[in-house]
Protein backbone atom coordinates (compact mmCIF):
# COMPACT_ATOMS: atom_id res chain seq x y z
CA UNK A 1 0.00 0.00 0.00
CA UNK A 2 1.42 3.15 -1.06
CA UNK A 3 2.29 6.05 1.92
CA UNK A 4 0.40 9.05 2.11
CA UNK A 5 1.55 11.36 -1.23
CA UNK A 6 2.47 14.41 1.67
CA UNK A 7 4.75 12.51 3.37
CA UNK A 8 6.68 11.20 -0.12
CA UNK A 9 6.58 14.22 -1.68
CA UNK A 10 9.63 15.86 0.08
CA UNK A 11 11.49 13.02 -0.71
CA UNK A 12 10.53 13.28 -4.26
CA UNK A 13 11.09 17.12 -4.11
CA UNK A 14 15.20 15.93 -2.90
CA UNK A 15 15.58 14.52 -6.19
CA UNK A 16 13.32 15.87 -8.58
CA UNK A 17 14.64 19.77 -7.10
CA UNK A 18 18.03 18.77 -8.19
CA UNK A 19 17.09 17.94 -11.75
CA UNK A 20 16.85 14.34 -11.47
CA UNK A 21 13.41 13.47 -13.94
CA UNK A 22 10.50 11.60 -12.61
CA UNK A 23 9.45 8.86 -14.05
CA UNK A 24 5.82 8.04 -13.07
CA UNK A 25 4.73 5.55 -16.52
CA UNK A 26 6.22 2.45 -18.18
CA UNK A 27 6.18 4.21 -20.83
CA UNK A 28 7.93 6.57 -19.54
CA UNK A 29 10.55 4.83 -18.12
CA UNK A 30 10.46 2.62 -21.78
CA UNK A 31 11.00 6.42 -23.95
CA UNK A 32 13.98 7.08 -21.19
CA UNK A 33 16.08 4.16 -21.20
CA UNK A 34 15.47 3.85 -25.38
CA UNK A 35 18.65 2.26 -26.73
CA UNK A 36 19.33 5.21 -28.76
CA UNK A 37 19.46 7.75 -25.82
CA UNK A 38 22.70 7.21 -25.11
CA UNK A 39 24.01 6.76 -20.82
CA UNK A 40 21.40 6.86 -17.85
CA UNK A 41 21.12 6.51 -14.46
CA UNK A 42 17.98 5.58 -12.92
CA UNK A 43 17.37 5.72 -9.18
CA UNK A 44 15.23 3.63 -7.50
CA UNK A 45 13.85 5.74 -4.92
CA UNK A 46 11.87 4.36 -1.69
CA UNK A 47 10.61 5.66 1.71
CA UNK A 48 12.75 3.33 3.99
CA UNK A 49 14.94 5.63 5.76
CA UNK A 50 17.40 2.71 6.76
CA UNK A 51 18.87 3.45 3.21
CA UNK A 52 16.93 5.83 1.48
CA UNK A 53 17.81 7.89 4.15
CA UNK A 54 21.54 8.18 2.08
CA UNK A 55 20.89 7.27 -1.02
CA UNK A 56 19.60 10.05 -2.23
CA UNK A 57 22.35 12.78 -0.93
CA UNK A 58 24.46 10.11 -2.24
CA UNK A 59 23.44 10.45 -5.63
CA UNK A 60 22.85 13.69 -5.67
CA UNK A 61 26.65 14.17 -4.47
CA UNK A 62 27.98 12.09 -7.31
CA UNK A 63 25.97 14.05 -9.51
CA UNK A 64 28.56 17.12 -9.19
CA UNK A 65 31.33 14.73 -10.54
CA UNK A 66 32.98 15.79 -14.15
CA UNK A 67 31.44 12.31 -15.70
CA UNK A 68 28.03 12.24 -14.95
CA UNK A 69 25.42 10.17 -17.52
CA UNK A 70 23.27 11.73 -20.52
CA UNK A 71 20.13 10.87 -18.46
CA UNK A 72 19.00 11.21 -14.31
CA UNK A 73 15.85 9.70 -13.86
CA UNK A 74 14.43 8.53 -10.73
CA UNK A 75 11.29 5.99 -10.03
CA UNK A 76 9.48 5.88 -6.68
CA UNK A 77 9.26 1.68 -5.49
CA UNK A 78 5.90 1.66 -3.46
CA UNK A 79 4.82 4.72 -4.98
CA UNK A 80 4.71 4.85 -8.88
CA UNK A 81 3.68 0.98 -9.51
CA UNK A 82 3.83 0.38 -12.76
CA UNK A 83 7.27 2.63 -13.21
CA UNK A 84 9.03 0.83 -10.71
CA UNK A 85 8.01 -2.31 -12.32
CA UNK A 86 8.90 -1.53 -15.82
CA UNK A 87 12.35 -0.30 -14.72
CA UNK A 88 13.10 -3.20 -12.34
CA UNK A 89 11.89 -4.97 -15.96
CA UNK A 90 14.81 -3.42 -17.76
CA UNK A 91 17.25 -4.68 -14.74
CA UNK A 92 15.58 -8.28 -15.01
CA UNK A 93 19.24 -10.18 -14.14
CA UNK A 94 19.62 -8.57 -10.66
CA UNK A 95 16.98 -9.46 -7.76
CA UNK A 96 14.88 -6.41 -6.76
CA UNK A 97 15.43 -4.19 -4.21
CA UNK A 98 14.98 -0.56 -3.29
CA UNK A 99 16.47 1.72 -2.47
CA UNK A 100 18.63 0.42 -5.49
CA UNK A 101 20.79 2.69 -8.43
CA UNK A 102 21.22 1.68 -11.86
CA UNK A 103 23.33 2.65 -15.09
CA UNK A 104 22.29 2.31 -18.63
CA UNK A 105 24.38 2.64 -21.68
CA UNK A 106 22.17 2.33 -24.95
CA UNK A 107 19.26 0.99 -23.15
CA UNK A 108 21.44 -2.11 -21.71
CA UNK A 109 22.30 -2.59 -18.00
CA UNK A 110 25.99 -2.07 -17.33
CA UNK A 111 26.24 -1.31 -13.60
CA UNK A 112 24.12 -1.63 -9.93
CA UNK A 113 24.30 -1.28 -6.60
CA UNK A 114 21.98 -2.99 -4.96
CA UNK A 115 20.28 -1.26 -1.52
CA UNK A 116 22.66 -3.45 0.74
CA UNK A 117 25.47 -1.87 -0.94
CA UNK A 118 23.49 1.51 0.40
CA UNK A 119 22.60 0.40 3.93
CA UNK A 120 24.36 1.98 6.77
CA UNK A 121 26.55 3.96 4.32
CA UNK A 122 27.32 7.68 4.32
CA UNK A 123 25.93 9.70 1.59
CA UNK A 124 30.01 10.53 0.46
CA UNK A 125 30.86 6.32 0.67
CA UNK A 126 27.97 5.65 -1.69
CA UNK A 127 29.16 8.56 -3.83
CA UNK A 128 32.18 7.36 -4.45
CA UNK A 129 30.69 3.91 -5.82
CA UNK A 130 28.15 5.60 -8.08
CA UNK A 131 31.34 8.08 -9.28
CA UNK A 132 33.21 5.15 -10.17
CA UNK A 133 31.42 3.82 -12.21
CA UNK A 134 30.20 7.07 -14.17
CA UNK A 135 33.88 7.38 -14.83
CA UNK A 136 34.39 3.76 -16.27
CA UNK A 137 31.06 3.54 -18.21
CA UNK A 138 30.46 7.54 -19.03
CA UNK A 139 33.94 8.61 -19.60
CA UNK A 140 33.83 9.95 -23.20
CA UNK A 141 36.25 7.68 -25.14
CA UNK A 142 39.22 9.96 -26.41
CA UNK A 143 39.30 10.65 -21.88
CA UNK B 1 14.81 12.84 5.39
CA UNK B 2 16.29 10.08 7.47
CA UNK B 3 14.31 6.72 8.78
CA UNK B 4 11.21 6.43 10.63
CA UNK B 5 12.33 3.45 13.08
CA UNK B 6 15.96 4.38 14.76
CA UNK B 7 14.61 2.44 18.28
CA UNK B 8 14.43 -1.05 16.19
CA UNK B 9 18.10 -2.14 16.77
CA UNK B 10 21.01 -1.62 14.61
CA UNK B 11 20.70 -4.36 12.44
CA UNK B 12 17.39 -3.01 11.83
CA UNK B 13 16.63 -2.80 8.09
CA UNK B 14 19.98 -3.93 7.07
CA UNK B 15 20.38 -6.69 4.97
CA UNK B 16 22.26 -9.73 7.01
CA UNK B 17 23.29 -12.90 6.53
CA UNK B 18 22.12 -15.60 9.10
CA UNK B 19 24.31 -19.37 9.23
CA UNK B 20 22.78 -22.10 10.90
CA UNK B 21 24.04 -24.88 12.82
CA UNK B 22 22.78 -27.21 9.75
CA UNK B 23 24.43 -25.38 6.98
CA UNK B 24 21.59 -23.63 5.70
CA UNK B 25 22.47 -19.43 4.75
CA UNK B 26 19.83 -17.12 4.90
CA UNK B 27 20.17 -13.48 3.33
CA UNK B 28 17.11 -11.13 4.50
CA UNK B 29 16.29 -7.96 5.63
CA UNK B 30 16.83 -7.26 9.25
CA UNK B 31 13.91 -6.78 11.47
CA UNK B 32 15.33 -7.74 14.48
CA UNK B 33 17.08 -10.35 16.35
CA UNK B 34 17.34 -11.58 20.28
CA UNK B 35 18.13 -13.88 22.43
CA UNK B 36 15.19 -15.57 21.03
CA UNK B 37 15.30 -15.26 17.41
CA UNK B 38 16.53 -13.58 14.32
CA UNK B 39 12.72 -11.94 11.80
CA UNK B 40 13.64 -11.71 8.40
CA UNK B 41 12.03 -10.02 5.95
CA UNK B 42 12.40 -10.45 1.89
CA UNK B 43 14.68 -13.21 2.63
CA UNK B 44 16.05 -15.88 0.68
CA UNK B 45 17.99 -19.36 1.70
CA UNK B 46 20.69 -21.66 0.30
CA UNK B 47 20.54 -25.19 1.30
CA UNK B 48 23.66 -26.67 0.05
CA UNK B 49 21.48 -30.60 -0.15
CA UNK B 50 19.35 -28.55 -2.94
CA UNK B 51 21.87 -26.32 -4.67
CA UNK B 52 24.00 -26.92 -7.82
CA UNK B 53 26.02 -23.73 -5.86
CA UNK B 54 28.01 -23.92 -2.86
CA UNK B 55 26.94 -21.23 -0.14
CA UNK B 56 30.44 -18.90 -1.06
CA UNK B 57 29.59 -19.37 -4.24
CA UNK B 58 25.69 -18.24 -3.45
CA UNK B 59 27.10 -15.26 -1.02
CA UNK B 60 29.53 -14.26 -3.75
CA UNK B 61 26.12 -13.22 -6.15
CA UNK B 62 24.18 -11.58 -3.45
CA UNK B 63 26.76 -9.79 -2.12
CA UNK B 64 27.51 -8.31 -6.07
CA UNK B 65 23.45 -7.90 -7.38
CA UNK B 66 21.41 -8.26 -4.36
CA UNK B 67 19.21 -11.45 -3.43
CA UNK B 68 15.52 -12.35 -4.38
CA UNK B 69 12.94 -11.47 -2.05
CA UNK B 70 11.74 -15.71 -2.36
CA UNK B 71 9.90 -15.29 2.05
CA UNK B 72 8.12 -12.84 2.96
CA UNK B 73 9.16 -12.99 6.46
CA UNK B 74 11.39 -15.77 8.49
CA UNK B 75 11.83 -16.20 11.78
CA UNK B 76 14.76 -18.00 12.67
CA UNK B 77 15.25 -19.51 16.33
CA UNK B 78 18.48 -18.31 17.47
CA UNK B 79 19.59 -21.64 18.84
CA UNK B 80 19.63 -22.47 15.19
CA UNK B 81 21.82 -18.94 14.11
CA UNK B 82 25.68 -19.75 14.00
CA UNK B 83 26.35 -16.56 12.63
CA UNK B 84 24.96 -12.98 11.15
CA UNK B 85 26.62 -10.43 9.23
CA UNK B 86 25.25 -8.00 6.96
CA UNK B 87 25.48 -8.72 3.58
CA UNK B 88 27.68 -5.32 2.71
CA UNK B 89 31.16 -7.09 5.30
CA UNK B 90 31.12 -10.24 3.24
CA UNK B 91 34.32 -9.87 1.43
CA UNK B 92 34.82 -10.26 -2.75
CA UNK B 93 35.40 -13.89 -3.48
Given amino acids: ?143 | MGTFHDDMGELHGITVVVSQHDGCTWIGRCHSEDDVEVILHDADQHDPAASDENAEQWLQRARRFGHWPRVSTIRIPRPQVSGLVRLAEISAG
Fill in chain 1, 1 to 143: MPYPEELVDPMRRELSDNGVTELKSATEVDDFLSPDGGSAFVIINSVCGCAAGGARPGALLALKSEVTPDRIGTVFAGQDTEATERAREHCSQVPPSSPSMALFQGGEMVWFLPRHMIEGRDPQTIALDIVNAFEEHCAPADA
